[in-house]
């Protein structure tokens, strides 16, 4: 049994050439995007940023919430979402850092919130300063991150802890309970931060006019899915390289499925966002979907709805196709695209108003999945695949669904 | 619907009852079915039943579901009755959403329990043969069908050996018929077997 991921040199070395590629279309965007169009240039980047940093951090999420579920069936590839929330500490830098020189940069290139006389002279703004202030931002921004590395590193290292422990009734009932009590703490972390206040102030505050409470839900909708994917589509390549013994149609099947309902679950939360602003039909909410639904976007709106909903719907309907490798890794990869797309009209309306042929938020997604594939398959060449000593390891073996 | 001859035998742990049920199979005799208190997983593989056209069935209910809706509220709108509401257009798609969606459901689900109930023959009325009353309880109950090629003592003799216990030779019909549980109506037995 192949117990112990060596990664490839053919992965090795293509993650160093899409991570070549994401640093070559950095430095030709900081020579394009000089002045007035540096906002394409830091649209991009928080554009990626918080788009991978979320669904790598969906990984993290996968764990706390099937641990908290007393789910069995996924111990077997456990050590796959783990070693995928290996990437959340040096994304969320990647982030820190490009927020910070958007905020503090001394330029109102994404938030128009962060110039002081701005807000002065606008009503809207200086009524929502007590929130929308630089001060808030760091904080809120520092603590989430802080906290989700911290729980995420946390979870990681008990899970890696365990395989040394002997496999005796105790040293379970041990395992499940402190594993619970710190994955319950997860998760209230995390449904304060991307379930409410971290989409809000990094991408919804781009239109601080605009605001919706469905936005933070959506947000984590769009990133626990294409997160999902991203599990799905490890899982699929360590087991067609002959890692993940015990892994088998039965798991994939899972995985499908939750892609599957979170697909609409997504499209629920998009349509309760959008209808009831199209129903009140007011200027100051229905000003965000004057450019995507009636201006340049349109066309990107409603190829955000046929890639996130139709696709995924019809494809993952039938259940051969979520029980076949080859077609879940085709519908992760179509999902993660998706999103990406649907982050890129969350991002690109507010900020450089105009549609453009997305090269240089493509260019730097390429790069993020190169990192991602880097960091990723370093991590999971930390630890033995599967976790001995857990106690639903043999449900999940018998899994069935 | 016709009477047969079965042969009933009872099983007390489903790890009996699944190398019992594969034997069966390779042995060639005819299994008429397999009563359990419970759903056992994998037993529909090992009976080598076919995969169940239940999700199909729901597409459809679905998609007429999804039909019904959109037509029915945009005849009403813009043929039967059309109104002004809040000056939003004759055919306001978003507004359609939400009955379209609940109506799929409705459909789906309706249509689905009703082709359920058909294909496993439930209805108030309806009655079939209860080879042992703890098939429901606390047994699994293997009922293997008596054909021509197949003799009764034999199978007798393969399900004991396969760990099955209580076991009996029945005359039953093996279809349903219009009847009630709290009446007494088994004069349907009287019928010749396999007429």
């Known amino acids: 049994m192949k117990d112990q991921f060596v990664v490839p040199a053919r992965l090795k070395k293509t993650s160093f050439v899409l991570m070549g590629v994401g640093l070559l279309t950095l430095l030709i965007g900081l020579i394009a995007f000089q002045g007035e169009n540096a906002t394409r240039f830091w649209a991009g980047l928080l554009q990626n940023s ?28 456990r050590r796959v979402p783990e070693a995928i929330s290996m990437a959340v500490p040096a994304l969320a830098a990647i982030l820190f850092i490009i927020v910070m020189i958007i905020v503090f940069g001394g330029k109102e290139h994404i938030y128009h919130w962060v110039n002081a006389h ?5 009503k809207i703004l200086t009524w929502k300063s007590a929130f929308l202030n630089k001060g ?11 906290l989700w590395i911290f729980f995420t590193l946390k979870l990681r290292n008990m899970s890696i802890e365990e395989d040394g422990w002997d496999l005796k009734p105790e ?26 206040t971290t989409p809000w102030v990094w991408l919804m505050s781009i239109d601080a006019h605009w605001f919706s409470t469905m936005y933070s839900w959506y947000t984590f909708a769009s990133s626990w899915v294409s997160g999902l994917s991203l599990i799905a589509l490890f899982v699929i390549y360590l087991k067609k390289h002959g890692y993940l013994t015990y892994v088998n149609e039965e798991h994939l099947h899972d995985l499908g499925k939750f892609i599957f309902a979170f697909s609409i679950f997504w499209t629920y939360l998009w349509f309760s966002q959008y209808m009831l602003i199209w129903y009140a039909n007011m200027p100051e909410e229905t000003e965000y979907f004057q450019p995507r639904v009636w201006g340049e976007w349109r066309p990107i709106f409603f190829l955000n709805l046929l890639i996130n909903f139709i696709t995924p719907l019809l494809f993952l309907m039938k259940r051969d196709t979520k029980r076949n490798y080859t077609s879940v890794a085709f519908i992760a990869v179509v999902v993660i695209a998706g999103h990406w797309l649907d982050f890129w009209q969350m991002v690109g309306p507010g900020t450089y108003k105009h549609l453009v042929f997305p090269w240089y938020e493509l260019g730097l997604g390429v790069g993020f999945v190169g990192l991602i594939i880097f960091l990723v398959a370093n991590a999971l060449t930390k ?5 001995k000593n857990h106690p639903y390891l043999k449900e999940s073996i018998v899994h069935h669904t | 619907m016709a009477v047969k001859n079965f042969v009933v035998g009872l099983f007390d742990d489903e790890a009996v009852l699944f190398p019992a049920v594969k034997k069966v199979r390779t042995a060639g005799y005819k299994l008429h079915d397999v009563y359990t208190p419970f759903p056992v997983h994998g037993l529909d593989h090992a009976m080598g039943l076919r995969e169940t056209s239940l999700h199909t069935a729901g597409f459809i209910y679905g998609i007429t579901g999804t039909t019904t809706a959109l037509t029915f509220m945009s005849w009403v709108f813009n043929v039967d009755w059309p109104l002004n509401i809040g000056g ?15 109506l799929t459901v409705l459909f789906a689900a309706v249509g689905m329990v009703m082709t359920f109930c058909y294909l496993c023959q ?3 009325g309806v009655k079939k043969h209860i080879f ?3 098939q429901t309880d606390d047994k699994f109950v293997m009922v293997i069908e008596l054909t021509e090629k197949s003799n009764a003592e034999e199978i007798k003799r393969f399900l004991n050996e396969a760990g099955a216990h209580d076991i009996n030779e029945q005359r039953a019909e093996a279809g349903w018929w219009y009847g009630r549980y709290d009446k007494n109506d088994e004069d349907i037995y009287a019928r010749p077997a396999n007429a």
């Open chain 1, 50 to 77: 918080s788009f991978f940093l979320l669904i790598t951090l969906a990984s993290t999420f996968f764990i706390a919430a099937t641990t908290l579920a007393h789910g069995g069936w996924q111990i077997a590839f």
């Open chain 1, 118 to 122: 701005h807000v002065a002279e606008d």
């Open chain 1, 136 to 146: 808030f931002y760091t904080t809120a921004t520092v603590l989430t991150l802080g």
């Open chain 1, 171 to 196: 040293t379970g009932r041990k395992l499940l309970w402190r594993s619970t009590v710190w994955c319950g703490g997860f998760i209230v972390i995390y449904a304060l931060s991307v379930g409410s």
């Open chain 1, 383 to 387: 630890a033995p695949l599967v976790p």
């Open chain 2, 88 to 102: 939003k257009p004759h055919f306001p798609l978003p507004a359609f959403i939400p009955i379209t969606f609940e």
């Open chain 2, 122 to 124: 439930l209805m108030p």
């Open chain 2, 132 to 134: 042992h009353p703890r």
